[in-house]
């Protein structure tokens, strides 16, 4: 935190992005009991951007997808925007996350057989706009990074750094309040990594959104307002707010 409270990268006043508040998740195998978090605590606050840092296996995916709410907590609970995971029935969950999150994976999860623009589109089609205007703002979003003659292209015609900005696009046309991202970069080669990620960071901050990153490289998570490492099933690091979080 700084002099004035608020985490680095955050904007003054603002209440988090997502909050994660005593998170546990626990997993059974067989007859064993596998702990993957444990009280896991974070803040991300608007226009942040943050790295989350960790061996392999540390549990980096898992505190994503709870986050993300696409894993249920074992204990504690999760905010976005204000709300918890567990206020919303599973409709309401899509919905709530269809409008304030992004995602971008190591895999771009494009689908091939549909062109550029029609994978951007998918997020404006899941909000049931129509077909021309979806198309109309995905273009835009293509045209962001860089890849508006490429928009009828299919993801085989696509280089791998192509595949990955089509996947920024995707996740950033909803204009959502955070991009959640676990290894953006981990499939690609020093230069074209550096790319994608220099513009993961000026499209999310071009937008005001907040950024987590789950990633292994130190080079790319140095360049984030606060890097966290996750070890035993908790984080710490810079920047990380370990006042208690308020009711």
């Excluded at 997502?18 to 993957?36: H, K, N």
């Excluded at 994608?196 to 130190?218: K, N, P, S, W």
Aim: net charge neutral; charged share 25%; proline share 5%.
């Amino acid at each position: 935190m700084n002099e004035s409270g608020v985490m680095a990268g955050g904007v003054p006043g603002s209440r988090p992005v997502i909050e994660a508040r005593a998170v546990s998740r626990r997993y059974t195998e067989g007859t064993l009991d596998v702990s993957v978090l444990e009280g896991v605590d974070l803040r991300v606050m608007p226009g942040q951007t943050m790295a989350l840092v960790g061996a392999s296996g540390s549990g980096k995916s898992t505190l994503l997808h709870v986050l993300g709410g696409l894993d249920e907590p074992t204990a504690g609970e999760v905010r976005l925007m204000g709300r918890t995971w567990t206020q919303m029935n599973v409709a309401e969950q899509g919905r709530w996350r269809n409008q304030n999150l992004g995602f971008v994976y190591q895999f771009h999860h494009l689908l091939p057989e549909f062109t550029a623009l029609d994978n951007v589109a998918m997020p404006l089609r899941i909000r049931r706009l129509p077909v021309d205007e979806a198309r109309e703002q995905a273009l835009q979003a293509l045209q962001s990074v860089g890849l508006g003659e490429r928009a009828l292209h299919r993801p085989a015609e696509l280089s791998g750094g192509e595949r990955q900005r089509v996947a920024v696009a995707r996740a950033l046309v909803t204009r959502p309040a955070c991009i959640l991202a676990d290894e953006p970069t981990g499939n690609l080669d020093r230069r074209t990594a550096d790319a994608v990620f220099d513009l993961l960071l000026q499209r999310t901050r071009a937008e005001g959104a907040a950024l987590l990153v789950v990633t292994h490289d130190e080079h790319l998570a140095r360049r984030c307002d606060v890097r966290l490492e996750l070890s035993g099933g908790r984080v710490a690091g810079d920047g990380l707010d370990r006042h208690p979080l308020p009711p």
